[in-house]
């Protein structure tokens, strides 16, 4: 999924409009958790809200928007909810009643782009003490439409935005047929807070563990590394990075099998490598980490976080593991108790540097972001830290990083990224995911370049077919190579032996379809092994490879095609498990 923000966001030009809800009076008091206190205490202001866009790919009314919108708020209390600021200063927060309302259409004044007309919305309708601090809208075009969902932050978090667009698709779906939408209630979120509010305080070396870490980060927050120049709120500078697809995300995740560690801790062992490098001193930053302990809450909507902090001084991935581990643990305990010798209160100054992880693909809750375009998206603001968030997916590892925009945190903030984003790439390509080992041989599994096609087209060559058909001239090779490269569905892989020579070589192609119940299937072409390298077994670990490969893609089921005459070839895939029931027939065009 696409992580943005609203500056960056990408919108098709229509026609803009915003469901105004109608809110009862203010209800009863209700608990207030340690992070929306935090946040709501804050004040009003532009910028506080988080929100998910996504396409439609049929026309809808908006009566049937509003009326699957209505659902959704009536399925979580959090979205029944206000804010207001007590005598003393502190929020307060009170039980509302939403009901039906009216559109609005928003303007977009001539030369305005549509994400900056949206944002103005935004900015307004989804602040702190904002009633209610939500807002659905959509942008209608001929295209069809789009739909954003904004809450401000106090309300949600990245989870439950996945939860929201998930429920106003299935009331949408019950209105399309003819049904009243069927959402069931969720637990809300207050009840959580009273959850929390109710736990036991932390034991002793929890808290002096905390105590240790806000020393050693000068009695305050951990702080990003590195300087960023004034200490004053500066326009946010975002950068959106695609780290990984989903074949390089699939080897880092192998590695980290192999090290037996998750994938997040080999993440935050390149972060300590890069932070020790780079500014000579651990790893430390504000960790934030989900609290929806039990699976009760996971199709709740509110905000499910509350923050850690993490310290990594060795980047080994067992040490980044503990690390880790003591990480999650120090957050699970109630922050206003853990933070008492600094008033309840998280000590924050210019600088703080956070870390954020989500794994979409460990999630209970999905949408199929990818047909639908989704697009997790942040309000623009003013910033004197550095935010960094990761989204791990279908599609591969994503980060996107805010921090203030002066020349010295350009400078120290892009180079510390630059060298993070090299080292999580040089990892996946060395990962044991793509190695093959043969005895006391290794081999190397690469996506091919370029520069390899004429070792490529060599191999094709190198049978009694091959000689007849193959060869001639190399800029067909290489305009055919660019073709192929251009398409995540292929992968031209090549094979390295000790020497770092090209052996062997192989096409995968992955195919959806409508067919077996809409199977994925595998389509290898074009496996070749030198000569030199033939009956040792390394066709078989390429097969065994690529069916790893097939599955990582989401595919159940795997094809392979070679001419009739070639016997010794059919051979080898009959023995490994492949059956010749369907007869392939081709002609020339």
């Known amino acids: 999924m696409r992580l943005t923000n609203v500056g960056h966001l990408r919108l098709p030009f229509g026609r803009l409009w915003g469901y105004d809800v109608t809110v009862s009076q203010l209800g009863g008091d209700l608990p207030v958790s340690f992070d929306q206190r935090r946040h709501v205490g804050a004040g009003e202001r532009p910028g506080s809200w988080m929100a998910l866009s996504f396409r439609l790919r049929e026309p809808v009314s908006r009566d049937a928007l509003a009326t699957a919108w209505l659902a959704v708020i009536s399925r979580h209390g959090t979205l029944r909810t206000a804010f207001t600021q007590s005598a003393d200063g502190n929020p ?44 659905l809208c959509v942008l209608e075009t001929a295209a069809g439409p789009t739909v954003v969902v904004a809450a401000d932050h106090s309300h949600v978090d990245m989870w439950s935005m996945l939860v929201i667009a998930r429920d106003l698709l299935a009331a949408l779906a019950d209105v399309h047929a003819g049904r009243e939408p069927s959402l069931t209630p969720a637990p809300p979120f207050v009840e959580h807070t009273r959850a929390l509010l109710d736990r036991p305080t932390a034991p002793d070396d929890v808290r002096r563990r905390w105590a240790e870490i806000l020393t050693d980060s000068g009695s305050v927050m951990p702080k990003f590394p590195l300087p960023l120049g004034n200490p004053e709120l500066q326009p946010e500078r975002v950068e959106v ?9 699939a080897a880092f995740s ?18 300590t490598a890069v932070t020790r490098e780079l500014a000579g001193t651990p790893l430390r930053a504000v960790f934030p980490v989900h609290s929806r302990y039990e699976a009760k809450w996971h199709d709740s909507v509110g905000w499910f976080i509350t ?33 008492a010798p600094w008033n309840g209160e998280m000590p924050e100054v210019p600088g703080m540097f956070a870390i954020s992880w989500l794994d979409l693909r460990r999630l209970p809750v999905r949408v199929d972001a990818t047909s639908l375009e989704a697009q997790y998206v942040s309000a623009a603001i003013q910033t004197d830290g550095v935010m960094l968030w990761f989204i791990l997916d279908e599609s591969g590892l994503h980060l996107r990083c805010r921090y203030p925009d002066t020349p010295e945190a350009r400078r120290n903030v892009g180079a510390w990224l630059d060298t993070l984003v ?5 990892g996946a390509r060395a990962s044991v995911g793509g190695l ?28 009694e ?16 190579f660019d073709v192929v490269a251009r398409d995540a569905s292929h992968y031209l892989a090549v094979v390295r032996n000790e020497a770092d020579h090209i052996v062997a070589t192989m096409q995968l192609t992955v195919i959806p379809g409508l067919s077996r119940g809409g199977a994925t299937r595998l389509q290898i072409e074009g496996l070749r092994v030198a000569a030199s390298e033939r009956s040792a077994g390394l066709g078989t670990a390429m097969l065994e490879w690529a069916h790893h490969h097939g599955r990582a893609h989401g595919a159940t089921l795997v094809q392979v095609t070679t001419d009739e005459v070639r016997d010794r070839a059919r051979a080898f895939y009959t023995r490994l498990g492949y059956e010749t029931n369907h007869v392939g027939l081709k002609r020339a065009l």
């Open 422 to 426: 090299a080292r999580l790439q040089a």
């Open 465 to 480: 077919i091959g000689r007849g058909r193959e060869g001639g001239v190399d800029t067909a090779y290489e305009a055919a």
């Open 307 to 339: 923050n850690s902090v993490l310290e990594s001084a060795d980047p080994a991935p067992a040490a980044s593991a503990a690390a880790v581990k003591e990480a999650v643990r120090l957050g699970s305990w109630p922050l206003k108790d853990v933070l």
């Open 254 to 271: 192998a590695q980290a099998r192999e090290d037996g560690v998750s994938t997040l801790t080999l993440a935050v062992s390149a972060m």
């Open 241 to 249: 990075r695609d780290v990984f697809d989903v074949d390089d995300s």
């Open 92 to 135: 307060e927060l009170h039980q509302i009643d939403v009901r039906p309302g009216k559109w609005t259409e928003h303007d977009i004044a001539p030369g305005q782009a549509v994400n900056d007309a949206l944002r103005d919305v935004l900015d307004v309708a989804c602040s702190p003490y904002s009633r209610p601090s939500h807002r």
């Open 436 to 463: 093959l080992r043969l005895g006391d041989r290794t081999f190397r599994v690469q996506r091919a370049a370029r520069a390899d096609v004429p070792e490529v087209v060599g191999l094709l060559s190198d049978d």
